[in-house]
C-alpha cells in the first residue's frame, strides 16, 4: 500500500484570528508567510506552511495534511482509498504549494489532505519567540479509538507505536513516536497540537518565554512514559492546548522494531506495546494531568 510518509500541516478555525495569529508567529516563532482570502498561512520548515488559520465560530481542528513520498503516485493512493470504500475529492491547487490533493473524511470528521511532497521551500526560521523544529502531532478526543485507530492504519498507513490501555492509542507515520493520537473520551474533538523543540534547555528557555508573556503551563514540564518524549502543555488563545516536546522516541529502522534505546527507557529494547493504566505511562517524573487537561 501507499503509506503516508509526514504530516505537514493543521488547519483550524477560530473566533478571533488576529489574536491567535499574534501566538503562533510572536510567542511561538512561526513565520507568517502567506495571507489569502480568509486564510493565514504559518511556516516553520521546508513546507510552505505547517499553520493555516482561518476565522470560525468555534476554535477547532478542521484539516490535517499528509505527505505521501514524491515517487508515490498520487492516483494510485485515491484509488487504494476509494477501495475501502472512502469518498474521496480531488483539490486542485486548494492551497499554495499543493497543486493535486485527495481529500475525504476520517470517521471523526476530520478531513485529512494527502499530496505528494511538493517542492522543498526556504523559509528561514525566525529570530524571535520559541522557534520549535517542527510540527509533531496532532492529538484528538474520539468516541471510538478502536475504529478510528483502525482507519489510520489501514487507510493512511499508519503503524501502531504504543496504547495505553484500550483506550488511548499512538500512531507513526515515519521515524517518530506519534504523529496522531487518540484518547477515547466520549466525544470527537482536539487534545493538543505538539511542536517540537531541541532539547530540555530549549523547553526551559520556551517555559520562560510563555510566562514573561502571560501563559503558564497547564501540565509539566514531565516525562511521559509512552514516547519518552519530555512535555509541557499550556493553552493558546483561543483554548486549545499546544504541547512544546522534545526526546520523543524514534524507531529509525522498522525491521528492527525497537524504539532508539535510551537511558529512560524501562523495557529494553523498547518495543512497541500496551502499556497498563499506570502513573508512570504519563508521566515518569510524578505530578499527574490536572482535570483541566481533558476540557
Ligand atoms: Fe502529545
Redesign the pocket.
Known amino acids: 500500500m501507499i503509506r503516508v510518509k509526514k504530516i505537514s500541516h493543521a488547519s483550524y478555525e477560530t473566533p478571533d484570528l488576529d489574536k491567535q495569529t499574534e501566538y503562533y508567529t510572536e510567542i511561538l516563532g512561526l513565520a507568517l508567510i502567506a495571507k489569502e482570502k480568509d486564510a493565514i498561512y504559518l511556516a516553520n520548515t521546508v513546507e510552505h506552511h505547517s499553520v493555516v488559520l482561518r476565522k470560525g465560530s468555534e476554535p477547532k481542528c478542521l484539516r490535517i495534511g499528509f505527505q505521501i513520498s514524491p515517487n508515490d503516485d498520487l492516483d494510485e493512493f485515491e484509488e487504494q482509498t476509494r477501495k475501502q470504500g472512502i469518498k474521496t475529492i480531488r483539490k486542485k491547487d486548494a492551497e499554495p504549494t499543493l497543486a493535486d490533493m485527495v481529500s475525504f473524511a476520517d470517521p471523526k470528521g476530520t478531513i485529512m489532505e494527502v499530496f505528494r511532497a511538493p517542492e522543498a521551500q526556504h523559509h528561514k526560521f525566525r529570530a524571535k519567540g520559541i522557534i520549535p523544529h517542527k510540527l ?2 496532532v ?1 484528538f478526543h474520539v468516541t471510538d479509538v478502536k475504529g478510528t485507530t483502525q482507519f489510520y492504519c489501514d487507510v493512511l498507513g499508519f503503524r501502531v507505536s504504543d496504547w495505553m490501555a484500550d483506550y488511548f492509542s499512538f500512531l507513526r507515520c515515519g521515524v517518530d513516536h ?1 504523529t496522531i ?1 487518540l484518547v477515547e473520551t466520549g466525544s470527537n474533538r482536539h ?2 497540537t ?1 511542536f517540537e523543540l531541541r532539547d530540555w534547555a530549549h523547553l526551559q528557555q520556551a517555559c520562560d518565554y510563555l510566562s514573561a508573556n502571560g501563559y503558564t503551563q497547564l501540565w509539566g514540564p514531565g516525562r ?1 512514559g509512552i ?1 519518552h ?1 519530555l ?1 509541557a ?1 499550556h493553552r493558546s488563545p483561543n483554548g486549545l492546548i499546544t ?1 512544546l ?1 522534545a526526546e520523543l522516541d524514534q524507531m529509525k529502522d522498522e525491521s528492527l522494531g525497537y524504539f532508539d534505546p535510551r537511558p529512560w527507557h524501562r523495557d529494553n529494547p523498547q518495543r512497541p506495546k500496551t502499556w497498563p493504566k499506570d502513573p508512570s505511562a504519563a508521566n515518569l517524573w510524578g505530578p499527574m494531568p490536572p482535570d483541566e487537561m481533558m476540557k
Request: hydrophobic content about 35%; glycine content about 14%; overall charge negative.
Open positions: 509533531g502531532h492529538a506519534h493520537n487534545f493538543h505538539a511521559h514516547g518524549n512535555f502543555y504541547e516536546f
